[in-house]
């Protein structure tokens, strides 16, 4: 058996509590919900966008400077400073054959360890 949330007061304190600040919000919140929940609810939702919105700007500016617009000099600096493009070495130097030249060595087996030969 569970217990209601109503808090029990004698009549006094019944009256005493009606008056009060908190008695008064709840009678009023009764009455009407979304005027005294609902609405200062959404004002807040809505305020504190606003407000953080300042701050999602600075995210987008930080970024915006990473990415400018090139001018026709840079442009022809980063074409004048592009090494010439050999598919063949390119091939080469993707594969790893270019470093050295190196043999594959057989690991030692342990003394009961199988050859796995097929």
């Known amino acids: 058996m569970s217990f209601g949330g109503k808090k029990f007061r004698s009549r006094k304190q019944q009256l005493a509590y009606e008056a009060s600040l908190a008695g008064r919000y709840k009678r009023s919140l009764s009455k009407h919900p979304f005027l005294y929940f609902g609405l200062p609810f959404c004002a807040t939702i809505a305020l504190g966008s606003i407000w953080l919105s300042s701050f999602t700007a600075i995210k987008y500016e930080r970024s915006d400077r990473k990415v400018q617009e090139l001018n026709e000099e840079d442009i022809l600096k980063m074409k ?26 057989r690991v030692t087996r342990l003394k009961d360890e199988s050859e796995n030969v097929w």
Not at 98 to 103: A, I, K, M, P, T
């Open 80 to 105: 004048n400073s592009q090494r010439e493009f050999d598919i063949k070495e390119e091939y080469y130097r993707l594969q790893g054959l270019s470093e050295e030249d190196w043999e594959p060595v």
